[in-house]
Nanobody, 122 residues
Framework: QVQLVESGGGLVQAGGSLRLSCAAS????????MGWFRQAPGKEREFVAV????????YYADSVKGRFTLSRDNAKNTVYLQMNSLKPEDTAVYYC???????????????WGQGTQVTVSS
C-alpha cells in the first residue's frame, strides 16, 4: 500500500503561483512514478503531469506545459507541483497519484490522495 497526502492548495489570483506537495508513505517511494490529476466541477478527471521514479522523465498535459513543473525528492518521499501563471481554468481539485509505470489514464493508477482544492480567481 502507498498512502498519499497532498498539501499546498488554496486561493490565488490569475497570474499567480502555487506549489502543491504530495507526501508518500508505505512502500518504497522511489519505486513509483508519481503524478497529478485534476477534476473541475462538472468535468471528468484529467491528467496533469507525471514523473518517473528517477525523476529523469516528466510528461505534462498540453494545457499546463510551460507553466507547471513537476519534481520529486526521493529522500523526503515527496513530489512537488510548481504551478505558475495560473488561469481560472486551472481551478480544480488536484489529486496526487502513484503507479509503477508512467501513465496518463485514470484507470492506470491504483493509489490516489484525497485531493487538494486549487481556486484561481479572475
Amino acid at each position: 500500500q502507498v498512502q498519499l497526502v497532498e498539501s499546498g492548495g488554496g486561493l490565488v489570483q490569475a497570474g499567480g503561483s502555487l506549489r502543491l506537495s504530495c507526501a508518500a508513505s508505505g512502500r518504497t517511494f522511489s519505486n513509483y512514478a508519481m503524478g497529478w490529476f485534476r477534476q473541475a466541477p462538472g468535468k471528468e478527471r484529467e491528467f496533469v503531469a507525471v514523473i518517473s521514479w528517477s525523476g529523469k522523465s516528466t510528461y505534462y498535459a498540453d494545457s499546463v506545459k510551460g507553466r507547471f513543473t513537476l519534481s520529486r525528492d526521493n529522500a523526503k518521499n515527496t513530489v512537488y507541483l510548481q504551478m505558475n501563471s495560473l488561469k481560472p481554468e486551472d481551478t480544480a481539485v488536484y489529486y496526487c497519484v502513484a503507479n509503477q509505470g508512467l501513465a496518463r489514464m485514470v484507470e492506470d493508477y491504483k493509489y490516489w490522495g484525497q485531493g487538494t482544492q486549487v481556486t484561481v480567481s479572475s
